[in-house]
């Protein structure tokens, strides 16, 4: 049986939530997280906006599943169209997307920019690999559909992206328009979870350090029970008790686990 689960919350440099998740099940299990860019006003806007435009474009796919580059053509396009409805700037819609969804007992990551992937395989073996890029710039869907600030992007740096995996290593800077789609098996992974780039960002203020993401991802994949809200009950309970040992989340932190 799978079940699956999700939760966002504010970090404590934030005011303003800017991370949005939300779940589903039609026309196959899903979550879906955005991550708003805190230098566009109102990205918290278009985080849920993304992330409610992709639960309507998959409980209405006529084919699926869509390939990543085809999703996030329709993704963007319908968000864009909503925002004009709204008569709001296109920039709100900078921010990140990660959509988990099952496929013939896999589970498939679509990321639209930056984040993490949290795994525990059969093993209780905790695996984890951060999608970051070097100059702290997300590729945002945004750029897809602007060519001038698409341009803009592309001379920033050719090659920012990073996929930081705790198992292969580091990879060499990839070009920011490598697509990434992952596939995870069920019969290898007892539990998949997409989280925004918040995961990274837990700081031990005691030591004025980050705490390592493995070291994360084991606490928030340490589930005692699968109840109906088990990732939210977890997650605000994992965060409380790091709050007693002085560690805290800098940046807003969204998270989605499936557990087989």
Known sequence: MLHYDCYYTAGITHKVCEDF?????????????????????????????????????????TDWPLDYLPFGQQLIDKALSITEQLELSPSVLDATVMLG????NNIMVYVYGDGCILLKDNADNIRTIEIAFTHNAPYYLTYWIDEQRGQEYACCEANPLLLIDSVNGQSEPKSFETQLAFSFPLNQFKMVAIASDGAAQCIDTRKSAKLPLDQV????????ELSEEFVQSHTKNTLEQYAKQGIFAADDLSIGVFVN
């Open 21 to 61: 998740v939300t779940q589903g099940d039609n026309p196959t299990p899903f979550i879906v997280l955005s991550d708003g860019c805190s230098a566009s006003e109102h990205s918290e806007i278009g985080a849920k906006i993304l992330t409610h435009t992709s639960k309507y474009l998959l409980a209405n796919a």
């Open 217 to 224: 991802a084991t606490d928030l994949l340490a589930f005692q």
């Open 101 to 104: 969804f099952l496929h013939q």
